[in-house]
Structures are given as C-alpha cells and as structure tokens.
C-alpha cells in the first residue's frame, strides 16, 4: 500500500493594500492552469473536502457496478438515511454525468461486491453540550475499501454519515467509475462547526433555499446552522411584526427536521439587546427602547423582561437545540443610555444587567447560553461578570494588524472563557465574494482559536447591503466548514479546483474551477480602483471629479478587471454548455449541488459593468476636457454624437447593460429569496439607468444652449447630481 501524504499548509497571504492578484500568495497564471487541469493534482486521486486524518491508498479499486449496500434489518432511521443518501450519490456518479440509478440496500446482499455500513454506538445525531473532538469522538469513523468490498464503521449515526459522504467524495473514473482501494481514520478537530446565516438584514431567503444550504453544508461535515433572527419569526401576540418577511413555526420544524437528518443542529442566533429597530418602528412596540424608535432595550424598564420571558418561551419551543445564542453585539447606544439613567450607572452595568436577566431566562429553559464578544471585548469589565458557563463568540472578518485576534482572544483567554470563533465569507459588500480575505480570515482564525482552546467555529454569511447573491458565497461556506474538521490548513492554493472536482459533473469542473478564480482575481483588482466595498461603489456617480481623478489613476486595474471577468465568463459559457450536452449529462441543481452557474455568468457581467461604467467616466471626462475652453459647435455635437448615441454610444452603451442585467438579477434573487425587499433592490437598478437616462438627456440638449465662444463649463455641472 502507499501512503498519500497531504497538502503542506497554505501559505498565508501578505496584504499589501487591495493590489492582491494572487490567491495564498499563487501567482494568478498559475492558479487558472491548476483549476483548469484535474491532472495537475498532487496524486490520480480525487481530493477530498476535508481532508481526512489519515488516508492511505492501495492497489486496485472496487467498481460502482453491480455494487450493494448492506445494512441491518432493524438499523435506525438515521442509519438508513446515510444509506439512502450514499445510495443515491454513489448511484449518481455511476455511468455518465448525473443519472438516477441508486444501488441497492439489504440487509441480506447477494453474491457480489458489498459496501457495509456498521455503527457500534448509539444514534447520537446531534452535537450536544459538552462535545469533544478528536479520533475517540462521537463523530470519528473509518473507511477500508478494498476490490471486493468495503466497510464504513463509526460509533455513532453521525459518524456513520459523515463516512458514507467522504466515500462519495472517493469515487474516481469516466464512464466505468470505481471507489480506489483506501483506509481512513478520520475524526474532526473542532467539536462545533457551524454556519451563521443571516435571514435579517437583507433578502430572506425561501425555506426551500435554507433546506439547499443545510444539504450542502452536510456534504463538508458541518453540525451545526446558526439561524440568525433579529424579528423574522412569526411569534403568537405579536402580529404586526415584519408581516411579510418572517418564517412561522410550521417552516422552522421543518427545516429542523431536515437539518437533524443531516446531523446538523440549527440553533437560534437571536438578538435580545440591541439590532431590534424592527420592533421599536411600531409604535406600541417603540417604548420600549432605550431611545424613542431606537434599536436597544431599555434594561431599566421591568416591561423588556416580561416580553423577552414570553419570547424565550416560544423561541425554545420552536427550536429544540440545546443551544441559544442571544446576541448582544453591537450595541451602539449603550453608554449614551447609561449616562442618560444618571446615578452613576455605567455601560458595563446596564449590559450585565440586561445579559444576566436573558441568560437566566433560557438557562431556565436548560439552554446553553452563546452571546456575541465585541462588546465584552470593548468594555472588559463585562467578562468578569459574565453568567458561569455563557459561551462568548469572538468575530473579527479581517487578519489585518492582528494575525493572532489577540485583541479578541486574550481578555477571554485570561478569564477561562468558553469560546468560538467566528470568522466570516467577505461577501456582504462585494459584488463577488472577496476570497482571498475569505480564506485568510478563516486560516487565521481557525489557528488562533485552535491555540486559545476555543469550543469550535461559526463561520458567518451577513447580507448587510441588501443586494448580495448568497449562492455566490457558498465555497466561503466550505471553505470553512472543511478547515473547522481537519487539522491542517485547507488547501487554498488548489481550492477552486478540489471543489468544483466534488461539486460539478467532470465535464464542467474545470472551466467552473478556472471561472471562480478569475472571478475572484476580477473582484480584487477592481477593489484596487474603487474600494473594497465594490456593490456599494458601483451605485456611485462615475463623473464627480474625486471618482473620475481615482478612475484616471486604476486604469489598469479597471481593464484587468474586465478582461479577468470576461475569461470567467467564456469558462462559464463552456460549462454551460457542458451542462446541456445529452451526452455528458447535467449537475443535479438539488441535493445539494449548487448548479449556480447562472449566478456565477451574472456575476461575471456585473463585474464588468463596473469596471465599463467607471473606465467610462473617466474617458468622458478626458473628451470632455479635450474639446479646449471654447469648442465650436461642430466639436461639441462630435463629442455628444460618441457619447450619447444609441448607436454605440458610452452612454447607452452602459443602459443596455444595466437593463439587460436587471432581470438576470431579478431571476437570481427569486431562485434564492422571497420577494420581501426585492423591489427596494431593484430600485438601485432603475435609478442608475434613470442617471444615465437623464444624462443623455442633458448632453443631447447642451450643445443648442451653448453660446459661441463660451467658455466651456466643468462635465460635473452639465452631469448634475447622479442620484
């Protein structure tokens, strides 16, 4: 047998300003080779998301055809369950592309090849208080596969899953696929391995589109989905509470239920301080804020904790986890409060006082309390007051000046604070996700929290502007689930490349691994010219002269942006249509498999209208600035001719595809979201084609307002004020 070692840890990546065409330090020519070529990994086998602990490859294979699965009689439902699904996935794989042949299962196999699946424990599903990890761990199992059959063993139904999905992962071959004689142990490092998302802050996505989340999740061994609510539940009593954008209680027990097949623990990430503007808007609600219509509790009045006991109440009632995490992030207004109360009562007080009272709430209710640790960070008087056995969830989304968190760990540390750490998919701002901070936050991160002793980890998806797509983010997603299970780094140079080996059908693999590459090379470098926060940017007026002089200095960085869109978009339209070949089969767009190339090609062409819009502007402005101080009339129509014409003018040039990506953008959110703030989204859109619009307008008429031998006013003042 050969032993197959693993990836050397990823070199972590050096930020020197936004000027990053590199992922881990890679050049970029180097990493668009790798994630179009399968053959350039390390070994002929496929590599596996997590790593395994030990994996060590033999000789010879056992073939997917004519192969059972055998299970006991009397096994468990959640037995049965990994069966199925292994069933189905090895089922999939077998022929060409993604087809619906799944193996059979019995407990008493025929003559023939045999996968057994044996648990020696009890079911176990859910990650419980108290967890550990390691090879003697709940979750722990191993894999042996030899020609003529296999056997995946673990202790409990969740180990026993989590091998059923890395023999999946295993499969190799083209049309006659097989499984590669094989022995892992494996076992994860970290005990709690979640993902936050946020249903709160921007669009809220479709139960259906939680359920795709929780698949996917499943596939990378994560235990736990952290639902964040700020008031996007329907709660009895309170009826006028975000009416159209909240999930009822018959949509939560079922994503529940769904989640437990699946060994993943959805737990409540509450807000029970401040982040409650939603409740305090309605005027019988707004009294109850520490300013009027504001976005904290007011501690001090005794009507906040009748609430919040009929809130934990229903709250623990609608989510059976044995967690809560209660929020307390943020709060923005707690000093102005507690000078406002008087008699010396300090921040620290009121924030003690109010995390006290909910903590005892849900403790009551045999909850292990979580709670955000920004705040206690901020006022480090907190921490030594904190309710015994409070977990703090330390979050930071950058590794800039603090590689280590030391600023977020130590004060927890000291105090022998149970701890997660929370990094984040940069996501919440950029037009496509910005993973090359993506990734460091998470390397570093996971280390920092491995050296502190933290419990485990919540990677976070925020929606803050309200315009994101979240299914681009969903490598973030396994991104950090893979690093929170193995212990070495995730393997961030030949990432894009592992995953889409795992995720697409072999015919699109490659030109989607080449696609998500440049894209996020395309992301960075328009960073580079107009800031990090690229989907707020992009609404800005491309002519005030501060954007125009930036434009002017990033021409590269504008046209690089755009060509590195343009090859993710050629390698999407590739994919595309390997995916509609007859002959090589389609993804499968559910169980899991996020068949998002429609998002991927819209990010694509979002990419490059930006980097087209402020290129645009900043050449305008050049023309503008050529025609001298007192142009004739003849220069001035030459000039509003190229500029505004609907026959290839700029202008229109940048309405056609503002408009001919709005409803590609529309169709996207429905695919995720509901329609609850889609309309406000869309908005954005319109206004920007009515700027372009109304500026056409304009130049179109100045020329007959122009007086011969004028002096020639600034673009900016004929351009007006863009929104």
């Not at 030899?146 to 999946?168: I, K, N, P, R």
């Not at 309200?466 to 929170?484: E, I, K, N």
């Amino acid at each position: 047998m050969t032993v197959t070692s693993l990836p050397a840890p990823r070199e972590k990546m050096i930020f020197s300003g936004k000027t990053r065409l590199s992922v881990g330090g890679w050049p970029l020519a180097l990493l668009l080779c790798l994630a179009a070529s399968p053959a350039a990994s390390a070994t002929p086998h496929m590599q596996l998301l997590p790593r395994p602990q030990h994996i060590v490859y033999g000789e010879g294979q056992l073939a997917l055809q004519g192969l059972q699965i055998s299970l006991p009689a009397d096994a468990a439902a959640e037995d049965n369950f990994a069966a199925q699904r292994l069933s189905a996935c090895l089922g999939s794989r077998n022929d060409k592309g993604y087809g619906d042949q799944p193996l059979s299962i019995t407990s008493s196999p025929s003559t023939g090849p045999v996968i057994r699946l044996r648990r020696t424990g009890a079911i176990d599903a859910l990650p419980q208080p108290g967890e550990a990890p390691g090879p003697h761990s709940r979750e722990a199992y191993s894999i042996e596969v030899t020609s003529g059959g296999g056997v995946v063993e673990a202790q409990s139904s969740a180990g026993l899953f989590y091998g059923t999905e890395t023999l999946c992962q295993l499969v190799e071959g083209g049309a006659i696929q097989s499984i590669p004689a094989v022995r892992i142990e494996d076992w994860p490092a970290a005990a709690y391995r979640g993902t936050m998302v946020d249903m709160s802050e921007g669009p809220l996505p479709t139960e259906q589109e939680i359920k795709r989340q929780i698949d996917f999740l499943a596939r990378w061994k994560a235990n736990q989905y952290y639902f964040y609510n700020e008031s996007n539940i329907e709660l009895a009593g309170y009826p006028l509470l975000n009416p159209e954008a909240r999930f009822t209680r018959e949509q939560i027990q079922s994503i529940v239920a769904y989640a437990r097949e699946r060994h993943i623990d959805v737990v409540p990430c509450l807000e029970l301080y401040g982040h409650l503007h939603d409740l305090f808007r309605i005027e019988k609600h707004s009294s109850l804020a520490d300013f009027p219509h504001g976005g904290e509790f007011n501690p001090r009045d005794p009507r906040v904790m009748q609430l919040l006991a009929d809130w934990a109440d229903q709250f623990s009632a609608i989510f059976p986890s044995p967690f809560v995490h209660i929020g307390f992030d943020e709060t923005w207004q707690i000093q102005q409060a507690a000078e406002q109360q008087g008699s010396g009562t300090t921040a620290v007080d009121l924030f003690v006082q109010q995390l006290s009272n909910v903590s005892r709430l849900f403790e009551q209710r045999h909850k292990t309390v979580m709670a955000w640790a920004d705040i206690m960070v901020k006022y480090p008087g907190i921490i030594a007051k904190l309710p015994p056995g409070t977990i703090a969830v330390a979050w930071y989304y950058d590794p800039s000046p603090d590689p280590e968190y030391k600023r977020w760990l130590d004060p927890l540390v000291r105090k022998k604070i149970p701890h997660l750490v929370a990094p984040g998919v940069n996501s919440w701002s950029e037009i496509y996700p910005d993973y090359d901070l993506t990734f460091a936050n998470i390397d570093t991160f996971v280390a920092a929290g491995r050296r502190s002793g933290a419990l485990g980890v919540m990677n976070t998806i925020w929606t803050d502007d309200a315009q994101m797509l979240m299914r681009l983010s969903w490598p973030g997603m396994a991104y950090g689930a893979a690093a929170a299970w193995q212990t070495e780094p995730v393997a961030g140079t030949s990432f894009f490349a592992d995953y889409a080996s795992q995720v697409y059908p072999a015919s699109t693999a490659g030109d989607v691994a080449a696609a998500l590459v440049a894209l996020n090379a395309s992301e960075l470098r328009l960073q580079h010219a107009i800031g990090q926060d690229t989907m707020d940017e992009l609404w800005g007026d491309p002519f005030a002269p501060s954007r125009v002089q930036r434009s002017a200095r990033h021409r590269d960085d504008l046209r690089q942006s755009r060509i590195l869109a343009e090859e993710a978009a050629e390698a999407l339209a590739r994919a595309t249509a390997s995916r509609h070949d007859p002959e090589t089969g389609a993804a499968n767009p559910d169980g899991g498999s996020p068949d998002n190339l429609d998002e991927l090609i819209f990010a694509s062409r979002l990419l490059d209208y930006a980097g087209l819009k402020f290129q645009y502007g900043a050449e305008i402005a050049d023309e503008w600035r050529a025609l001298g101080a007192h142009p004739s009339r003849d220069r001035l129509n030459e000039f509003v001719g190229s500029v505004t014409s609907q026959q290839h003018g700029k202008l229109p040039d940048l309405m056609d595809a503002i408009t001919g990506l709005r409803p590609h953008y529309e169709k996207a959110w429905l695919a995720e979201y509901s329609s609850y703030r889609m309309e406000n989204a869309l908005g954005r859109w319109d206004a920007e084609y009515q700027a372009l619009r109304r500026l056409q307008t304009r130049l179109q008429s100045y020329p007959d307002h122009h007086r011969p031998g004028a002096a020639l006013p600034s673009f900016q003042s004929i351009a007006g004020a863009w929104d």
